[in-house]
Nanobody
Framework: QVHLVESGGGMVQAEGSLRLSCAAS?????????????VGWFRQAPGKARQFVAK????????DYADSVKGRFTISRDFIKNTVDLQMNSLRPEDTAVYFC?????????????????WGQGTQVTVSS
């Protein structure tokens, strides 16, 4: 079983910034690093469905974002630290949610939760107005 661990959540005022990081628990990827997986970030606000935020390809060359975060959020891979990070700038109260990272080795276009096989426990992001 693969375990992912998110970190970096917290509380921030509107227009502030946070940086989330996703790492694989040691020894849980069958010897593979997080670099062997496509990784996405999702978020879920209370009473709402889990929604796609961003995703990054295996090499890090391709990055896709939800329209609501384009121009404000940046997803990136750190191959040395073996993490996938989500830099969030110009945060808004509507960005408040639990943020999850997820990983998959599936081919093709992936952007819904069902496309991802491995999930972290989530980290809370709260943006106050």
């Amino acid at each position: 079983q693969v375990h992912l661990v998110e970190s970096g959540g917290g509380m921030v005022q509107a227009e502030g910034s946070l940086r989330l990081s996703c790492a694989a628990s040691k020894g849980t990827l069958g010897g593979y690093t997080l670099g062997g997986y496509k990784v996405g970030w999702f978020r879920q606000a209370p009473g709402k469905a889990r929604q796609f935020v961003a995703k990054v390809s295996l090499t890090g060359a391709r990055r896709d974002y939800a329209d609501s975060v384009k121009g404000r959020f940046t997803i990136s891979r750190d191959f040395i630290k073996n993490t996938v990070d989500l830099q969030m700038n110009s945060l808004r109260p509507e960005d408040t949610a639990v943020y999850f990272c997820a990983a998959t080795r599936r081919d093709g276009d992936i952007s819904i939760p069902e496309d991802f096989d491995y999930w972290g426990q989530g980290t809370q992001v709260t943006v106050s107005s």
